[in-house]
């Protein structure tokens, strides 16, 4: 079965950084497209960032527009999210996304906060 496990989250002061990792099982992880979402307390859940099945292409939400990076490893079947330049907004539980044979797929979350 399709599964997503993330991980890397953490604690960080403002102005930190960390590298989210997304290890993916249960499908053909190369043709699939890939994708971040965050949910924040008493917010609904929105896109972070955006990779193709290749890597060749990316897109991101506005608000972490050069400072987030999408990247994946087909070998490896992960996907990297790494954060920049992190600011108390982009508190939340972060999640990978797969769109596989039309239907989507969500790993578990892994926490970031970023507080002084």
């Known amino acids: 079965q399709v599964q997503l496990v993330e991980s890397g989250g953490g604690s960080v002061q403002p102005g930190g950084s960390l590298r989210l990792s997304c290890a993916a099982s249960?499908?053909?992880?190369?043709?699939?497209?890939m994708r971040w979402y965050r949910q924040a307390p008493g917010k609904e859940r929105e896109f972070v960032a955006f990779?193709?099945?290749?890597?060749?292409?990316?897109n991101y939400a506005d608000s972490v527009k050069e400072r987030f990076t999408i990247s994946r490893d087909n070998v490896k079947n992960t996907v990297y999210l790494e954060m920049n330049s992190l600011k108390a907004e982009d508190t939340a539980m972060y999640y990978c996304?797969?769109?596989?044979?039309?239907?989507?797929?969500w790993g578990q979350g892994t926490q970031v906060t970023v507080s002084s």
């Open positions: 996304n797969a769109l596989v044979l039309k239907l989507n797929y």
């Open positions: 249960g499908f053909t992880f190369s043709s699939s497209t």
């Open positions: 990779i193709s099945n290749a890597g060749g292409t990316t």
